[in-house]
């Protein structure tokens, strides 16, 4: 168990729907990373928050929007979803540039 | 750009040593991660090197050559539950992490 804690676990909707998925950071841990993988891919960093800003932008795309919350956990909101955003959708913590440990996961999937 | 190559699969025996190699060219380098992951879970890390040379942790080392761009993990004494993917990630900026697309293990008895 990492300490980092990511909800729902599973989730399954329609094309063109709105979803948010949920992430808690180690206790410390200021910085808190998402990442997509889709089936049999890498993983693809989308976007870091430190302390409450965003830091770091990376494949995100402009349907996705995410915030971090003064008591540190983050959400992650997908919108306008497409059959292509079946993915897994991992949530990671660390203090500033430690190692980053890895949430167990949301597993979403678009019909 | 940013490229991160690892080998897609590779397969060895219980007991065996095997080395996963990782070439990268990242236009900003603050070190090199392996992780460990298993079908459906998080990745859990394994290794991190800055400094060129090896990095021993029990059955697992690795190896880090910044001028060559070239890392790679070596497993020993393989077990069946080694058996997974094993990503190499190179952390830019921010603690930014570039992962490659993994290297699926299957280890044989």
């Known amino acids: 168990d990492s300490g980092v804690t990511q909800t729902p676990k599973h989730l399954i909707t329609a094309t063109g729907q709105r979803v948010t998925l949920r992430c808690s950071p180690r206790?410390?841990?200021?910085?808190v990373y998402w990442y997509q993988q889709s089936l049999d891919q890498g993983l693809q960093f989308l976007i870091q928050?430190?302390?409450?800003?965003?830091?770091a932008k990376g494949n995100i795309l402009e349907r996705f929007s995410a915030q971090q919350f003064p008591d540190l956990h983050s959400e992650l909101n997908l919108s306008s979803l497409e059959l292509g955003d079946s993915a897994l959708y991992f949530c990671?913590?660390?203090?500033?540039?430690?190692?980053?440990?890895f949430g167990p996961g949301t597993r979403l999937t678009v019909l | 750009g940013q490229n991160i190559d690892q080998p897609t699969e590779m397969t060895a025996t219980e007991g065996a040593i095997v080395q996963i190699n990782c070439t990268y060219q990242?236009?900003?380098?603050?070190?090199l991660f392996w992780y460990q992951q298993h079908a459906g879970e998080a990745p859990t890390f394994l290794s991190y090197?800055?400094?060129?040379g090896l990095e021993e942790k029990g059955r697992f080392s690795s190896f880090l050559s910044r001028s060559k761009g070239y890392s790679y993990l070596l497993l020993k004494e393989l077990q069946m539950k080694d058996s997974a993917s094993y990503l190499c990630?190179?952390?830019?900026?921010?603690?930014?992490?570039?992962f490659g697309a993994g290297t699926r293990l299957a280890v044989h008895p």
């Open positions: 990671a913590s660390s203090l500033l540039t430690g190692e980053q440990f």
């Open positions: 206790s410390g841990d200021l910085s």
């Open positions: 928050y430190y302390n409450g800003e965003e830091r």
């Open positions: 990242t236009s900003g380098f603050n070190g």
């Open positions: 090197n800055v400094l060129d």
């Open positions: 990630a190179v952390r830019g900026g921010y603690n930014k992490l570039i």
